[in-house]
């Protein structure tokens, strides 16, 4: 009889008891439009999105763990410890790198592929959203998977529908920001959310130029968070350019997916 691989269980696990965390989502703004307009690309879509997927996975690094991968989501959580002050600053770069690595990868696919189809082209219109909220969860195993459970671990999934009226963003709560050491200057705008069973959230955001969604819900072009990440992406782009004149076979294709 076959029977089901073990997961190890996480080292800081204690059964039927709360644990302060810190809990983020990062998650992929657009991604139902992007999928219902390519239905007939959904094969290079799905290729694409996991493409990105994959390069915010690669900056995860303890203490942030994943929990699980929701859709076109990732639910993440570190535990906050007696030496969360040694790590919280790394922790808080690691959460804005997210930004700039996903705007690198998708920079990345849509100018290097050469796929005519629509998935392909559009690549570009993916943004990123990033929740972080600070609170207590009861960290216990369903099988072989552990699970977060908790009135802030609903809340902070709650966020994910909120009215910021923006499509590239990242929202902490006053609690995050109790935890982590973002710089003053880049959260600068202020937001209140009430949920029913939930009540008022308060806390403040980082919000791209050029990213506020228009009434008719078309997605604007966007913009780099910041002088030295479009420099980097624009000597990226020139080197990459470059490398695909001079040695065309290092051009990706999609084509074996067709």
């Not at 228009?214 to 990440?229: A, K, M, V, W």
Request: proline letters at 3%.
């Amino acid at each position: 009889m076959t029977t089901a691989t073990e997961v190890p269980s996480s080292t800081f696990v204690e059964k039927g008891k709360l644990k302060k965390v810190l809990l983020v989502i990062t998650d992929i703004s657009g991604y139902t439009r992007y999928m219902t307009e390519n239905k007939t690309d959904l094969l290079h879509s799905q290729v694409l999105l996991t493409e990105v997927t994959q390069s915010l996975l690669q900056q995860i690094k303890c203490p942030l763990q994943v929990s699980k991968l929701e859709g076109d989501a990732i639910f993440l959580f570190a535990e906050i410890g007696d030496d969360w002050e040694e790590k919280k600053k790394e922790v808080s770069s690691r959460i804005l790198s997210f930004f700039e690595v996903f705007t690198e990868r998708v920079t990345e696919l849509a100018e290097s592929n050469m796929c005519p189809c629509t998935a392909c082209k559009k690549v570009d219109a993916l943004k990123l959203k990033v929740i972080a909220h600070s609170g207590e969860a009861l960290i216990h195993k369903i099988g072989p998977f552990e699970e977060l459970s908790g009135v802030d671990v609903i809340a902070v999934h709650r966020l994910l529908k909120n009215s910021m009226g923006a499509n590239e963003y990242l929202m902490a709560t006053n609690d995050a920001l109790e935890v982590l050491d973002f710089p003053e200057r880049d959260l600068d705008v202020e937001w209140v959310e009430s949920y029913d069973q939930i009540g008022e959230l308060r806390g403040k955001a980082w919000v791209a130029e050029g990213h506020l969604v228009p009434n008719d819900g078309i997605i604007e072009s966007g913009q780099y968070r910041t002088l030295s990440t479009k420099l980097r992406n624009e000597w990226m782009k020139i080197k990459r350019v470059l490398t695909y004149k001079l040695r065309p076979s290092k051009m990706p294709v999609f084509e074996h997916l067709s």
